[in-house]
C-alpha cells in the first residue's frame, strides 16, 4: 500500500480532490491496472451501527462487527471492489486477491489512525463447498465504499473507490465529497425517514415498518429431530467413527410483520456486551446477524490471539447457585475432556506454521448473560511469512463448531443435521492492510429475511452426552437469541 503524506482536510474542495483522482487514474493507466484509491478522516464520535441504520439500504452489501464492551466497533457498505472463492484453497485464494488488491492501494488522509485505511471485510462458510440456493458463497470478500470504525473514543471515517484506466472521475469525485460532507457532521436518521445515503441516495421509503413499538410475534417451525440426531451420532461415536461431533439445531420462524435486521442485531448487542454483534449481508437475499462469544484469530502487531472455548452450563438465578454451577462445569470430566481436545487440536494445528501457543495450564470460567463457558486465552508470536488468512485456514473449524477428528466429524455433520450450514460456525471478519484484523466465529446467530429468520443453536457431543441434555443446552442458546430478537 503507498501512502501519500497528504490530508483531504487541508485542502477540502471538489478541484484537489478532482485533481488527486485524475493522478491516480494516470497511474492505473501506467501501471495497466486499477488502483484501490482510499481516503481516511478523523471524525466526531460516531456510534457505527446508528450510521449504518441511518443510511441502511437493503439492497446494498453491508458488514458490521461490534464488541460493545471493549469499545470497538466497525461498519462497511457498498462495495469498492469484491472477490468470491470455494474449495480446499478458499482461504488462500482470497489471501492471494487481498495481496493484490493492497498492492495497488494508494492511500491518503488519517491512514495511521485507528481503524484507518482500506479495510476487507470477509465470511466464510462453515464448508468449502456450499449447496445450490444457499444465499452466500464459500467464501465472500470485499472492500465497501465506505466505512466508519469507532475504537474507544475515535472514531475513523474512511471512503474506497476503484479507480480504473476508463474511470468516471466526476461521479466518484460527487460520491467521495458528499461522503466528506455527511461525515464531517453527521446527522443520524431513521431509515424509514428517507434518509440520504452516501452516495446520495434516498433510502426507500416504507421498507421498515414499526410495527407501534411492540415484540413481533413468531410462528416457529423446528427443522429435523435434534433429539434423534444426538443419538445416531453417540452411536458413531461408540463405534469409533469420531469422538466429537459439534450438532446445530435450526428453527424456523415467521413474524407478523418484516424484521429489520439492524434493529434486531441492536437487541443482540445490547444483552450480549461481551460478544461480537455481526450483521453481514451481500444485498441480495438474507442478513446473518448473530452475537458470537467465540473469537477465531486476531492479529495486531505481530500478536496472534485465539481461544479455546468449549463446554458450557446454565448460569445461576443468585451469585451462590452461579458459583456453584461454574464449579461444578470446572470439576466435569466431560467438558473438561471436550475443552482439552479443542486446546489441543489448535496447538497441533498452529505447529506447522511455526506458531508456538502460550496458555494456561487450566481454563477459567466466561460467563455469559445466558450461559458460562469453559475459556482458555492462547498467545502467540505470528511468524513474518505467515498471515492472518493462513491461521485460519489452517484452524477452520475448530473442534468447538466441527469435532474431531475434524475430517471425519466434518463429514458426518450434514447427514446428521438434516440441514446445510451455510455460515453459521463459519468465519466473519476484517483485515487490513497492515497485516492485522481479526475473525469470529458465525454462531449464536440467526439469517434474516423480510418477515422470516432462521436461528440456530448447538452443542458438542462427546461421550457421556445424552440426547436431552444436548437439546436442553441449544434450548438455553435459543431462547437468549429469542429475547433479544424480540426486545
Known sequence: MLVLPLHPANDASPEA???FLRQCRDAAVRDGHAKLVSISLAVDALDPLAVLESIFEPHEPHFYAERPGSGTAIAGAEVAVAHEAHGARRFADVQRWVGEVFAHTVAVG??????GGPHVFAGFAFHDEIEAGEPFPAAYAFVPRWQVALAGTTTT????LWVTAEADLGALALRVWRAHQKFTRFEYQDSEDNALGVGGVPSPRGSVQRGEGTPPAWQQR????????????L???AAGDFKKIVLARAQELTADRPLHPLRMLNGLRQRFPDCYAFSFTRGQGPSFIGASPERLVRVSKGRLETEALAGSIRRGASASEDAALAGALLRSEKDLREHREVLDDIVARLAPLGIQPEHAALPQIRRLANVQHLDTPVHAALPEHVSLLDVIGAMHPTPAVG???????VAAIRELEGFPRGLYAGALGWLNARG???FFVGIRSALVEGARARVYAGAGIVAGSTPEKEFSETELKFQAILDALSA
Do not use: H, K, Q, W
Open 235 to 237: 452411536a458413531r461415536i
Open 157 to 160: 471515517a474512511v471512503a474506497n
Open 17 to 19: 480532490l478532482m485533481a
Open 436 to 438: 492485522g484484523g481479526e
Open 222 to 233: 423446528e427443522t429435523g429431530d435434534y433429539r434423534a440426531a444426538v443419538a445416531r451420532a
Open 110 to 115: 488519517d491512514v495511521a489512525a485507528p481503524f
Open 403 to 409: 469435532g474431531s477428528p475434524r475430517e471425519a466429524a
